[in-house]
């Protein structure tokens, strides 16, 4: 294999991080806080010293309730973000249709910042002018793209999906555990999965492994301390 060859290669093997972000933030957010925030309502209320049929009815409560806050919540943020966006193409649409040649020449100016030569810039614009103006400013000057575009329904799918999945293994882990131990079962398993969706959001965002556990870890364990805390002196004062 010649050194082009080898180049080529290696460009066409080249794993971009940036196309799943939209995705990924929604997925990871969702587990951690179906995770988090349902391992914490039942260790909070274990502390309490409830037996282990009200800390499963806890887990599920809290699964159901989360699940279609995630899923509204994101929803609503997502699609304010799709009329921003429609909006702001409508203005470029209006603009390009009555200023037709100080678009072309403002898209012009965003390539010379761009390093290109002013000649080139005029080229490039007036080309992409003669294609899709539209789809030139929207991604040039407007920073939009289909990659990065807002989806709202996929975006409330994928929280609450992932909520669900999330706040399942501490539920699950008081179902077998029962008992006495329902508490620090719950917290083990909780750690453990914790440490495993920081590990695989790191390596699917490309962000170092160990500092994206270490900071899942420390404020995952940090919530349940504190919801233990509440649980047991809201015990102490009954």
Not at 40 to 62: C, E, F, K, Y
Not at 223 to 237: D, E, I, P
């Amino acid at each position: 294999m010649t050194e082009q060859s080898a180049v080529n290669a290696h460009h066409h093997a080249e794993e971009h991080f940036v196309t799943r972000t939209g995705w990924l933030r929604a997925a990871v957010l969702g587990a951690n806080d179906g995770l988090l925030s349902t391992a914490s309502l039942m260790v909070g209320v274990a502390a309490a010293a409830a037996d282990a049929q009200h800390v499963i009815l806890t887990g599920v409560a809290g699964i159901a309730a989360g699940a279609m806050s995630m899923a509204a919540g994101e929803y609503v943020s997502v699609s304010s973000q799709a009329d921003a966006e429609r909006a702001d193409l409508a203005r470029e649409r209006h603009a390009l249709h009555h200023f037709p040649e100080q678009e072309k020449a403002e898209l012009a100016g965003i390539y010379r910042e761009r390093g290109l030569h002013p000649d080139l810039a005029e080229q490039v614009a007036d080309a992409l002018h003669e294609n899709d103006a539209l789809a030139a400013h929207a991604r040039d000057e407007l920073g939009l793209t289909d990659t990065n575009s807002a989806n709202p329904v996929q975006a409330a799918v994928a929280s609450a999906a992932s909520f669900v999945a999330g706040g399942l293994p501490p539920l699950l882990a008081a179902v077998v555990a029962g008992g006495q131990q329902v508490l620090a079962v719950i917290a083990a398993v909780t750690l453990v999965m914790l440490a495993l969706l920081g590990a695989a959001g790191a390596r699917l965002g490309g962000a170092p492994l160990a500092k994206a556990t270490l900071r899942v870890l420390l404020f995952g364990t940090l919530a349940m301390l504190v919801t233990a805390a509440v649980g047991r002196a809201f015990h102490t004062v009954v």
